[in-house]
């Protein structure tokens, strides 16, 4: 098992060096995982707000580490590519705390974890130290568990840090550098959206950048212009699917009808196999 | 607690009887069932395949009860309207252990509850007998707890029964009287599709008739038009949202593009406040 999970982790790490921007579509249950899988992505991650929103909690650490352990277990178990799990900022206050939890994600099946920086007990932005000793005490783990694990470090310094936009965004590269010599092996800086500035930021840390899908983002060739190494779904996927069912209640309710609801459908074997032992439904 | 219930009961059991078909769409998740209920659905139903495959369990009783129940749990606490929760066969060979699976899910917060007669352990249908005396122990929990418990009694006979078509036909509608006549308020034979069939079923049991939406059914407006009073989704939504996910991965795979995964979609907000708490999303 941990042979699997080392190479995995190897795998998703090689990910995040090819020639093409590594994308990483997010899932949030068993079903959009294997569906992810199935459409050929060489690698999944889990979207931390579709996983809590699914189990009835709002984004965020509302949820208890242990129901969300559990999710990620599911999605885990069920798969055959290396998946990395979004774990807010790690459901702990201290290094310590954050290790137990990653701990307990890796056991579960992840090979790559999500760690930001915002508080979540409040709005602000964690101590750049503070992010800097969870990361390396994460890399510490990796090594004791000898699962090279694929640390993620997403900065919130664009849209919380204070001052004008360019202090905020040096405060988001000075993080992004921090958290990258610190052992992370990709930054992602939230709410990057314009070309021209991914591009900078890009320039600025000379290290793997991710980029979240969200209306006015490049398209992915642009992105791979700029020098974009991870592409993630974020909740995407999962605000698509909840428009969807919006949309089949509205024509249900307004017209009588099903059009929505049946219309591009997969069948009730093939929802069946989404749940099935791993490896059965890869494209 | 008991007297919501008991409310909620009433008003599903009315909401069978009036002038136009109940459409209850089959939900699996928190924000699948808070959709609906924003849509204005004056009631929501869980699908079993759809909560089992989300959890990573194929269709059936091979999902634990505990965690079947957990999930129904985790939609009923954010509903406001009544919930009706198909529980397969009723995880239990006996009507012992239907009525403690039906009390598990009353008590999570269901006030109807589906129960079909295929044997889950085999492919066959289980004795009719066998099915009235469950039937009859649901109605009697239901007197014991206070809560008028609507039952929707399934028969799988059109297609596991013996014989010619003509012949299962009639093998339903002996089913469907004997359920009926043993305490069920409605009876819902599966795969029932075709108008002039719909009719004949309705004619033949004179009680509340469920249909399910699939490909071939006809309008809502022809299913009123023939006497149907309930009409649900199964797990057609659970089979339209992995459709929208395939296309979304297909998208990205073969162009590089997010429009599927874009357009159409909810908001972060509006995600979150779908685990908010209930009432907060209503139409």
Redesign the interface.
């Known amino acids: 098992m941990v042979a699997d999970r080392h190479a995995q982790a190897e795998e998703l790490r090689r990910l995040h060096h090819g020639p093409h921007p590594l994308?990483l579509?997010n899932a949030w249950?068993?079903?959009?995982a294997r569906?992810?899988e199935?459409?050929?992505?060489p690698a999944i991650a889990t979207t931390s707000?579709?996983i809590?929103?699914?189990?009835?909690?709002?984004?965020g650490e509302e949820i208890p580490r242990r129901e969300f352990v559990a999710a990620i277990r599911?999605?885990a178990?069920?798969l055959s590519v290396p998946l990395s799990a979004d774990l807010v900022a790690g459901f702990g206050r201290t290094p310590r705390g954050v290790v137990a939890t990653v701990r307990a994600a890796v056991a579960a099946g992840a090979v790559g974890v999500n760690l930001e920086d915002e508080d979540p007990r409040g709005s602000g932005l964690l101590p750049t130290r503070a992010q800097e000793g969870k990361i390396r005490a994460v890399r510490a783990l990796g090594e004791s568990l000898g699962v090279p694990i694929v640390i993620n470090a997403r900065t919130d310094a664009l849209y919380l840090g204070s001052g004008t936009p360019e202090e905020r965004f040096a405060e988001a590269t000075r993080r992004a550098l921090a958290y990258r010599d610190a052992g992370a092996d990709c930054v992602y800086p939230m709410r990057l959206v314009e070309k021209s500035e991914i591009a900078r930021f890009v320039s600025a840390v000379r290290c793997p950048v991710n980029v979240m899908?969200?209306?006015g983002?490049p398209?992915?060739?642009e992105l791979e212009e700029v020098g974009v190494k991870r592409v993630s779904?974020g909740?995407?996927?999962?605000?698509?699917?909840?428009?969807?069912?919006?949309?089949?209640?509205?024509e249900?309710?307004a017209r009588?009808?099903?059009e929505?609801?049946?219309?591009?459908?997969?069948?009730?074997d093939?929802?069946?196999a989404?749940?099935?032992p791993a490896g059965l439904t890869k494209s």
């Open positions: 994308v579509p249950d068993v079903p959009s569906t992810f199935a459409a050929g992505f707000a579709g809590a929103t699914s189990l009835g909690y709002r984004d599911r999605i178990s069920k899908v969200r209306p983002i398209t992915l060739a779904f909740p995407a996927a999962a605000y698509a699917t909840a428009g969807l069912l919006r949309r089949i209640g509205e249900v309710r009588g009808s099903f929505t609801l049946l219309t591009g459908a997969i069948t009730y093939e929802l069946n989404l749940a099935g």
